[in-house]
């Protein structure tokens, strides 16, 4: 009896509606691809009562998991190891595990969309362009069957891996790293590939063992290494050693993962150059990791223990593309947010996944920025600028660029879909604009109950407070990372205190004038949470530090960068002082000026020269 008064009061609260256009078929709700953060959105929307037309390109449900063969999970786990990631994603996870079988898979997904008597299911139908009433968004045109058509809705929810919806609309955003000074540099793709005839128990030993060795402490072993019954990753060390024949691609260390056929996909081949808002680059790019590919068989027999008789079978119909659009809504988050754990009062679910830059280029081994404990990410983010009735979820949601490296991943992305079904519901049953909704204690406090009663991993926290928070040069760090000029890796060890190099000050200067230089060019020229514009006429020239490079010397090379002429460490100890660039190290340290700078120093005298040049 309470199940049936719930379910009633479910059909009372989300009524399913039935208005037809003149033009095409009227739903409450569309959401367009089928990547998992899209078929959470339709699952949890339906569950709520909204009758959701799901509308996918691709032949079949599942997206990056399916269709590009990733299926090695990038988990999410909280301080007290609790996994935060619940809901419709862990469901997920309960059924097929943490390196699924890609055709169970493909069935789950389309089962899970299937038992869901609110939801119409369109495959192989392309998104078009939207319909738009001003600034609203009120429907779709998509080519299905050969022929263009239109549906209309009161929300879309737009869940394509590159906010294609959004942008079609006007909804402004970034591409890559552009946001940090980096304009046209983005993460490599993937092409992940097929394997059968591996030695699985070698692999599992060998890998474990490495691992082990590293643990205590001899000369050799791999601390990345490891393995389970179906997954393995390491062989970082073999990997560096091939020679790639296109210049354009990189061998990294892989993550593999066993099929229920024995087989074992491949998630290591790293392509450059690969525009990911482009078909015939990316279908070029497929081209060149087929052609190389052979070349990593033969090199793989050789080098990787357990691998003396593989063969190819396969690669991904798609490839595993990491950034193109990071949109702007109504909040956007920030690698601050990320790294110093924070809460906001406009939670939708939470990710703690390291900030992986993955490469941008030959000669770029990519970063980890940092580890999060725990962070939240506001409904906010969900929101996009300038156009009204659109939800946006998954990795091109109003995200920075480097906080994407950790807000990116899959299970993440599901758990933003989900929240963005249920605040379809809410909306619709409403009639509250997404927008409204943002600034609305009472709707997001609705949305907040519905998904813990879903299952979903939503709480309030006291954000932890990383070691590094608590030093000297700690304004510094921050200022450098927004850059992308200070990581700390897994550990979150910025190594304030290391001694610098002449090679790290004259990196460090040169990138500090190139980033800045490209904010400014593209007009980003405010800083703080006022956006007030600073006036300044500060500019950063570039020098050379000597190789023998001690404090005194390292002040006098950021002097003479910033125009001052100066003698001696102490006339250029006090010009930089006069511009306020000394602020926030400690005076005993400058005075020591025979002595060697700190990475420390580093950050806080280029951060302090930064926030006067932006």
Not at 40 to 55: H, M
Not at 230 to 237: S, T
Not at 499 to 526: F, M, T
Request: aromatic letters at 8%; one cysteine or more.
């Amino acid at each position: 009896m309470v199940i049936l008064t719930a379910v009633v009061t479910c059909i009372a609260l989300f009524p399913v509606y039935s208005a037809k256009e003149p033009d095409g078929v009227s739903h409450p709700l569309i959401v367009i691809s089928g990547e998992p953060e899209g078929i959470a959105a339709a699952v949890s929307a339906a569950r709520n009562g909204v009758r959701t037309l799901l509308i996918s390109e691709d032949p079949a449900l599942g997206g990056l998991f399916t269709q590009g063969c990733l299926n090695f999970l990038d988990m999410n786990y909280g301080p007290e190891k609790e996994l935060l990631t619940q809901g419709i994603f862990q469901e997920f996870f309960k059924a097929q595990g943490n390196a699924f079988d890609i055709e169970a898979t493909k069935k789950y997904f389309l089962k899970l969309v299937q038992d869901e008597s609110n939801i119409t299911l369109k495959l192989n139908t392309r998104f078009v362009r939207p319909i738009l009433e001003g600034s609203r968004i009120v429907g779709v045109v998509v080519q299905e069957g050969g022929q263009e058509k239109e549906y209309r809705a009161e929300r879309v929810i737009d869940a394509t891996a590159d906010a294609d919806v959004a942008a079609a609309a006007g909804v402004p955003c970034t591409v890559g790293a552009e946001d940090y000074g980096q304009p046209g540099k983005i993460m490599a793709v993937t092409l992940v590939f097929r394997v059968k005839e591996v030695n699985w128990p070698y692999v599992f030993i060998y890998n474990n063992w490495m691992r082990l060795i590293s643990k205590i402490k001899l000369e050799w072993g791999d601390p990345n290494a490891g393995a389970t019954r179906k997954v393995a990753w390491g062989y970082g060390e073999q990997a560096l050693r091939y020679e790639p024949q296109d210049e354009m691609l990189s061998f990294r260390g892989p993550n593999l993962a066993r099929q229920k056929d024995g087989s074992i996909l491949i998630n290591a081949l790293l392509l450059f150059g690969v525009d990911g808002l482009d078909a015939a680059s990316k279908e070029e790019g497929i081209k060149r990791g087929k052609e190389e590919i052979p070349y990593i068989i033969e090199f793989m027999r050789e080098e990787f223990p357990g691998f003396t008789k593989v063969e190819l079978v396969d690669t991904a119909e798609q490839l595993y593309v990491r950034e193109t659009r990071h949109i702007q809504g109504e909040y956007r988050l920030t690698i601050t947010d990320v790294l110093e754990n924070r809460d906001h009062w406009d939670r939708i679910a939470h990710g703690s996944y390291p900030v992986d830059v993955q490469q941008t280029g030959p000669g770029d081994l990519g970063n980890v920025i940092g580890k999060p404990a725990v962070y939240s990410i506001p409904f906010r983010c969900l929101v996009p600028l300038e156009v009204d009735n659109l939800l946006v979820v998954g990795r091109s949601a109003s995200y920075d660029s480097l906080p994407h490296g950790s807000a990116r991943v899959i299970p993440v992305g599901m758990a933003t879909g989900e929240a963005a079904g249920v605040a379809c519901a809410y909306g619709i049953e409403k009639e509250m604009t997404f927008r409204e909704m943002t600034s609305s204690r009472e709707a997001v406090g609705w949305v907040q109950d519905r998904l813990k009663e879903q299952g979903a991993y939503l709480v309030e926290y006291e954000p932890p407070r990383p070691e590094v928070m608590e030093h000297w040069a700690y304004p510094g760090v921050k200022v450098m990372r927004e850059l992308g000029l200070a990581a700390g890796g897994y550990g979150n060890d910025y190594r304030p205190e290391a001694p610098i190099y002449c090679w790290d000050a004259d990196y460090h200067l040169q990138q500090v004038i190139e980033r800045v230089g490209n904010l400014k060019a593209g007009g980003k020229e405010s800083t703080g949470e006022t956006g007030d514009v600073k006036e300044t006429s500060i500019t950063l020239q570039n020098v050379k530090f000597p190789e023998n490079l001690t404090r005194g010397m390292f002040l006098m090379g950021l002097s003479e960068a910033l125009g001052e002429e100066a003698e001696g460490p102490a006339e250029a100890l006090e010009a930089l002082r006069e511009r306020g660039i000394t602020a926030g190290v400690p005076d005993e340290l400058l005075e020591d000026t025979v002595g060697a700078a700190t990475f420390g120093e580093l950050y806080v005298l280029l951060g302090n020269i930064v926030e006067q040049m932006l």
